[in-house]
């Protein structure tokens, strides 16, 4: 089966087509990334340089753009219209023959009724929860904690859900976001969960939890999407004669005045680290914290996993997905540090416990595969849109 895929910038996609081309399905990748990126890409991922094509020229404006004092989220969304629409149409001129056409969240519009014209199938493929779901919850939470609000442009509202419709089938990496899909009245047996998976090479335990303080460690973006008010505010909360949070990852701009209003005392800041060096955070601390609002299924939680280190989530991250509450971590409501902050202080009060969800998070991640599996399930779903694109010609 020959598979065409598009992205934005890496995402899971590069992994699935690492996987796609050892399986022999992979005939292109259309990225955004810059081509020395792609080079890097090829090299580390053994993707033949060829099958990988750039266009990375609005992205770079945008990225340039950012840069400069005058450019603003208004001019950055209107240039994120241009961009969509000339990056899906570049996409559909350049579209070679396959089976099926995976196109990640708002490249695929036009590439997508070129594949099904050709009797091809079309995967629309989201990462995180539905769009319009997703505009509301973070208008919400920035109205919440009083914070200048820039809505998705209603043009890419529009053009994902109009994807949704022209799509075969539509994938996404958990039930959370499957429920909001159907919340926003896709019909459900349109929609297939595929979990990502994780490395098994690359992240496993290396060291030990220090036996001298209790410590929690975060991946990712500081950010409001990421829940960092509430945990935050829980962490404050939390009672512990010796506690540390690690910061691993960029913070915000737009959050540091509310970080700095509600303290960040005992919280180490560690900014972006190489890749390669994120095990060794996981793998130290005696639990990772995600208390997201919206996301698709953070793949840290996985790579937490794989490192032997319990997870504190909530259901927002898509963790459901992943791994079962009171197994290999705890699940919390999402806004709510009163329940994070009694998660903390489980997992630090209870030796034995911690150590149960240790081990168990080792023997549910070789559980999940990898990421062969993921790609196994997403070719899996080719073959059922292609089906289904020939049943109705």
């Known amino acids: ?86 990056y899906s149409k570049w996409i559909a001129r350049n579209l070679p023959d396959c089976d099926a056409y995976i196109g990640i969240s708002g490249s695929g519009l036009h590439a997508g009724k070129v594949a099904k014209s050709r009797g091809a199938g079309y995967i629309m493929d989201r990462g995180s929860s539905q769009i319009r779901h997703a505009d509301r919850i973070l208008r919400e939470e920035h109205l919440k904690w009083n914070l200048p609000w820039n809505p998705v442009h209603p043009w890419l509202i529009e053009n994902e859900e109009a994807e949704a419709n022209e799509a075969s089938l539509i994938t996404v990496p958990s039930h959370f976001v499957k429920q909001t899909f159907i919340h926003q009245g896709t019909a459900p047996e349109k929609i297939r969960v595929v979990p990502y998976g994780v490395s098994l090479q690359e992240f496993h335990p290396v060291q030990t939890p220090p036996d001298n303080c209790f410590r929690l460690v975060f991946v990712g973006q500081f950010s409001l999407r990421k829940g960092v008010p509430y945990l935050l505010e829980a962490f404050k909360a939390f009672n512990h004669p010796n506690k540390e949070l690690v910061v691993v990852g960029n913070v915000s701009d737009e959050i540091r005045p509310l970080i700095n209003s509600i303290g960040t005392e005992h919280v180490k800041f560690v900014g972006i680290v190489p890749r390669a060096e994120v095990k060794r955070y996981l793998s130290t601390a005696h639990a990772l914290v995600l208390p997201s609002i919206e996301e698709g299924l953070a793949l840290v939680q996985a790579q937490a996993m794989a490192c032997g280190c319990p997870v504190i989530a909530t259901p927002n991250t898509g963790s459901e997905t992943l791994f079962s509450n009171e197994k290999e971590g705890l699940i919390v409501e999402a806004r709510n540090p009163k329940a994070l902050a009694a998660a903390f202080t ?24 990898g990421w062969r599996r993921y790609a196994e399930g997403m070719v899996a779903v080719a073959r059922e849109a292609k089906a289904l694109v020939l049943s109705t010609q």
């Open 346 to 369: 489980r997992i630090a009060d209870d030796l034995d416990l911690r150590n149960e969800m240790s081990m168990a998070c080792l023997e549910r991640v070789k559980m999940l595969g």
């Open 1 to 86: 089966m020959k598979i065409v895929q598009s992205t934005w910038v890496r995402y899971h996609h590069i992994d699935l087509a690492r996987e796609l081309h050892e399986m022999g399905h992979l005939e292109r990748i259309f990225t955004s990334l810059p081509w020395w990126k792609a080079d890097k890409e090829s090299r580390e991922q053994h993707v033949p340089r060829g099958l990988i094509t750039c266009n990375f020229l609005m992205e770079g404006v945008r990225r340039m753009g950012g840069k400069l004092p005058f450019y603003s989220k208004g001019t950055d969304a209107k240039l994120a219209v241009i961009h969509t629409k000339n």
